[in-house]
């Protein structure tokens, strides 16, 4: 048993603390190449990741960079820096402790360069950003240690992907570098260890105790939740004496617009006035950290937020945690409760309010799968093209580079080890030449091949420009909203949902009701209202899915006899359903056809989640328009598609052919706009479009133009380009979500239920309540369009003055 | 030509859903900020190595008007090629296929900021032309009337039923239009731009581009004073 060193055993020893079986792990396995730890929150994780540092520098207290840690929460970092400062000055240690964030000023950065710290605290996009200066080399030379935290959450996004190739960057300048993870509970350790580490060299994974189950529970409530919507406004009652109960609750919901809601009901039924925040990422920073800084000082009673807050530091006194809205995926729930430990050895404790009648289903599927700790998620696949586009450009930034070495290089990446040398080539060269059809840039190629064989960048002002663009987090188009005649931000809307206001209009943001002034420099000018239905502003913030093995799990407990497990009015409700139509299967694929007050509907249980829901209903009425069947318009949910129009469905079987739905997306869907957004958001991470060039179009500058031309011109002139190729493959996840549909027809291999009923059944009553509605007609924004000029130009009156 | 048809200082003219100008008794038509060779500019000048077809895509859309209405004279408004350079970097087909086109018309290029010098293309090189009642310039002068530019790339929002919708659009008074740009890779400024309300009467309409085009009152922010 390898001993921690005296002092810190001392320090721990005059706290009166155990060193946790998990901690004293890792110091015995601090010599291994990589090593993963997974522990609950409050576990003493963080510093299990640093007790190995401390224990190295204690031994050997040389200058230079020895750790570099690295988090998804610029918070955390400074956080972290707090935290760790406290042992470090407590046992004694020389120990320089810095943090490193796109919020650490210009001279500080570069200091950190010419004299780094023992321990860096950093986020992925500030080492890319290090890694892109010619110095790189020397001043991560001696580093021993990187300790990735959060690991879990990283290894779900591209930041993740662009962090792992950085990492086989870093594994040249420093062979000697050993890997740490930290990670909250995952369904399977194993990928996140092969994510972690250096391909193929094994990962070591620990895991810490997990500590007793979670108490986790519906929420009773006095009323059923109402057939539709999102917004859990049923469940008030029951909360507000929730918050009451308890210390420290933190309310999670699933959409900031919800959030918004959600937060201006509770004040209402507020009688107590207990001081309860708000918390989600489009409010204004500012306004953030001070609900966090007051939750901290235990100041809070409850926060009413979103993802917002499922990492980050230890909350301290939460001891409720609170669901409304189906949480669609095992795993985050599991995370989310976790919140709540705020002792180790206690019990979280959590509560879910189903927000709608399905979602009670789902809010019990949940609860099952949680008590059975049977996590979902869905294996991220290879590493993106876009990601490696944007890291051989970071390499060209640091200096001139050999192709074959990189790709070497690239290969240790664990999410990249399948990545062909071709594919290589295909994003060199895109970085090179622009990688089009046409070469029309062989005299202003971007990298270009010295004699010696060594790529370089053709202009070397061209770095500065690359080291602007670096990051996969997706910009999105939001404008600021504040209050006119004041300089600071309320926090930000989505630009089109800004552009849909007109004067007098009010809206909710950081829980005030507001009401739109007008625009002025592209900031969103309200004023205070005492208006009582505001809008909802909409907001970018990610829609999720229900995860497939969850969406499994539901249809697994509908073919159950009974459902003692569900509420009265839920299982009469499924039972209703099981008599006049039947209950979707698991491997088989329910269609109901009926008219409903003058129109044909036909519903589609396919169970694939939001995202590949709204897809399948945008190739579903293709098909439909194809067949003569005249659609009108469909609405999404996470299990059903439904879709009305004028003449009835006599055959589904022929709307499910695997070959004729993909090849909607590669013809027709293509030009849809969630194609585009897709598109974007690649072109951004690779390079195509500067990420600057993104905030001079939202100014309005003439000279630059939407991303959306890009990808028609490519469409049109270079549909196999790399770009191109990119796109599709991102298509089959995120926005347009095609695997899921694949999924869907793989588990239902044509088995097709087409039920043909009078009138409209139980289970897709409530789909007629959803929002989000789509017209299928193409021409509709041009009739839209002509509506709404004409309308103008009849009340301005001038619509007279034609032809004056 | 579809589009929507107004008077000018007496000049009946039509402003074109594909963003060109047709002016039917001269059988003249005009088309602002072409900004031909922008990709190879940008790449030229160390940015983004941009997909290079525009200047193809924006000859195939001029051909496509030009046949659609027969028009005898050609003026480009302006800004046509995205800097003096550029418009020696056009490919060997490119320029071939802008004297097929430009055979047998009258062909004007007019002066632009990103192009002020002459450019070794046939036609005739102006810093604007007259041709009563109209004047033809890149940028409009707040005193002029019967005038055509464009420079600003105007563009208008409208929010139909709640869908944001944003095009290129001709801005229209009863001294002036300002056109839309006509080029691939080009962007927009907001119609309520101070320096658009400025230029603009209070009375002006937009004309939105796209499929169709469609007038109305134009978008305002405040003018300068």
């Known amino acids: 048993m390898t001993a921690l060193p005296r002092p810190i055993a001392d320090w721990f020893a005059r706290n009166g603390w155990q060193v946790h079986a998990h901690q004293q792990a890792m110091v015995e396995r601090a010599q291994d190449p ?9 576990g003493g994780k963080t510093l299990a990741g640093f007790l190995p540092s401390l224990a190295e520098l204690h031994e050997d207290g040389r200058a230079g960079l020895h750790t570099l840690y690295i988090s998804p929460l610029k918070a955390l970092a400074a956080d972290i820096k707090r935290n760790l400062r406290r042992p470090v000055e407590e046992i004694g240690l020389d120990i320089r402790i810095e943090d490193r964030t796109g919020d650490t000023s210009q001279s500080q950065r570069k200091r950190q360069r010419a004299d780094p710290p ?7 996009e500030s080492l890319a950003l290090l890694l892109s200066y010619e110095d790189a080399p020397r ?43 930290l990670s909250a509970t995952v369904e399977d350790p194993q990928a996140i260890g092969d994510f972690l580490a250096c391909h193929p060299q094994p990962c070591k994974i620990l895991l810490a105790d997990p500590g007793p189950d979670p108490d986790i529970a519906m929420l009773k409530t006095d009323q059923p939740p109402p057939w539709s919507g999102g917004g859990g406004a049923y469940a008030i009652g029951a909360v507000m004496e929730e918050v009451k109960k308890h210390k420290t609750t933190l309310i999670f919901h699933n959409t900031r617009a919800q959030a918004e809601i959600f937060f201006h009901n509770l004040w209402l039924a507020n009688s107590e006035n207990l001081p309860i925040g708000i918390h989600h990422g489009s409010l204004d920073r500012q306004q953030r950290q001070k609900v966090e800084a007051a939750m901290v000082a235990g100041q809070l009673r409850a926060i009413v937020c979103t993802g917002s807050l499922d990492l980050g530091i230890d909350w301290g ?36 309010v189903p927000a709608n009648r399905f979602e009670v289903v789902e809010c019990v599927a949940a609860l099952e799968a949680a008590r059975e700790r049977d996590l979902d998620g869905d294996p991220r696949g290879r590493g993106p093209r876009d990601v490696l586009c944007q890291h051989i450009l970071i390499h060209a930034a640091a200096g001139p580079f050999d192709a074959g070495a990189l790709f070497q290089e690239t290969q240790c990446a664990g999410n990249f080890r399948d990545l062909t040398r071709a594919e290589f080539d295909d994003c060199l060269e895109f970085c090179a030449t622009g990688g089009y059809a046409l070469r029309a840039y062989d005299r202003w190629q971007r990298l270009q091949r010295r004699a010696d064989g060594l790529w370089q960048l053709r202009d070397p002002r061209a770095a500065q420009r690359i080291r602007m663009n670096i990051g996969t987090i997706q910009d999105s188009d939001t404008m600021k909203v504040r209050f006119r005649g004041h300089a600071k931000a309320l926090g930000e809307v989505e630009e089109s949902f800004a552009a849909s206001l007109s004067e007098g209009d009010t809206f909710l943001i950081g829980g005030q009701i507001v009401r739109y002034e007008g625009l002025r420099e592209m900031t969103v000018e309200v004023s205070k209202s005492a208006s009582r239905k505001p809008r909802v502003a909409t907001f970018t913030g990610t829609k999720f899915s229900t995860s497939t093995q969850l969406s499994q799990r539901i249809l697994r407990m509908f073919q159950k006899d009974h459902w003692p497990e569900l509420p009265g009015h839920t299982a009469e409700w499924l039972g209703l359903q099981r008599r006049v139509s039947r209950l979707p299967e698991p491997g088989r694929l329910l269609v109901e056809s009926f008219p409903h007050e003058g129109r044909q509907h036909v519903c589609v249980y396919g169970f694939a989640g939001r995202n590949a829901m709204q897809t399948l209903g945008l190739l579903l009425t293709r098909q439909m328009e194809n067949l003569c069947l005249d659609p009108l318009g469909f609405v999404a949910t996470d299990y059903a598609v439904l879709i009305w129009g004028l003449e009835p469905l006599l055959d589904a079987k022929p709307l499910f052919h695997a070959a004729d739905l993909r090849e909607g997306l590669e013809t027709w869907l293509a030009g849809n706009a969630v194609m585009k957004r897709t598109f974007r958001a690649s072109a951004v991470i690779a390079g195509l479009i500067e990420r600057n ?18 990808y028609d011109t490519l469409l049109k002139y270079d549909p196999e380009h790399l770009m191109m190729q990119i796109t599709r493959e991102e298509a089959l996840r995120g926005l347009v979500d095609f695997g899921r549909i694949e999924e869907m027809l793989a588990r239902t291999k044509g088995r097709i239920d087409h039920v043909t009923l009078d009138r409209v059944t139980p289970l897709a009553a409530p789909l007629f309540l959803e929002m989000g ?32 | 030509m579809n589009g929507y048809a107004f008077t000018l200082a007496g000049a009946e003219l039509v402003a074109c859903a594909s963003g060109a100008l047709w002016w039917a008794d001269r059988r003249l038509l005009c088309f602002s900020d072409l900004h031909l060779g922008k990709a190879e500019r940008m790449a030229r000048r160390g940015g983004a190595m941009l997909p290079p077809y525009e200047t193809q895509d924006t000859l195939e859309r001029i051909e496509a008007d030009i046949r659609a209405c027969n028009a005898t004279t050609i003026v480009c408004l302006g800004d046509s090629f995205d800097d003096l350079a550029a418009a020696d970097s056009l490919s060997e087909a490119e320029r071939l296929w802008l004297t097929r086109l430009q055979a047998g018309r009258r062909w004007v290029w007019i002066e632009g900021n990103h192009d002020p010098g002459p450019i070794d293309f046939g036609g005739t090189h102006l810093a604007e032309l007259h041709s009563p009642p109209l004047a033809f310039r890149h940028i409009a002068r707040t005193s002029a009337s019967g005038e055509v530019s464009g420079h600003y790339h105007p563009k208008a929002r409208l929010s139909a039923r709640g869908r944001g919708v944003s095009r290129p659009c001709f801005l229209i008074d009863g001294d002036r239009v300002i056109m839309p740009a006509y080029g691939t890779y080009t962007g927009g400024l907001r119609s309520d731009a101070p320096v658009l309300s400025t230029l603009m009467r209070r009375e002006a309409l937009a004309v939105l581009t796209g499929t169709k085009a469609h007038a109305m009152p134009m978008p305002r922010g405040e003018a300068l004073e």
């Open chain 1, 317 to 352: 006194d939460v001891d409720l945690v609170i669901q409304v809205g189906a949480p669609k995926n095992v795993k985050r729930l599991v995370q989310r409760i976790g919140r709540a430990n705020h002792q180790y050895n206690a019990p979280s404790k959590a509560l879910l």
């Open chain 1, 693 to 710: 060039t993104a905030g001079a179009r939202k100014s309005g500058r003439q000279a630059t133009f939407s991303s959306d031309i890009l």
């Open chain 1, 118 to 124: 023992h321990i860096l605290l950093t986020t992925p």
């Open chain 1, 34 to 42: 990589a090593l993963l730890l997974i522990a609950p929150t409050g």
């Open chain 1, 773 to 804: 509605r789509v017209p299928v007609n193409g021409a509709a924004e041009e009739r839209l369009l002509q509506e709404e000029t004409e309308r103008l130009m009849t009340v301005s009156g001038i619509g007279d003055l034609k032809g004056a």
């Open chain 1, 139 to 181: 001043m991560f030379a001696g580093l021993s240690r990187v300790v990735v935290d959060e690991i879990h959450a990283l290894a779900e996004s591209k930041r993740g992907d662009q962090l792992m190739l950085a990492l086989a960057q870093l594994q040249t300048l420093a062979p000697q570098m050993r890997r740490v993870g």
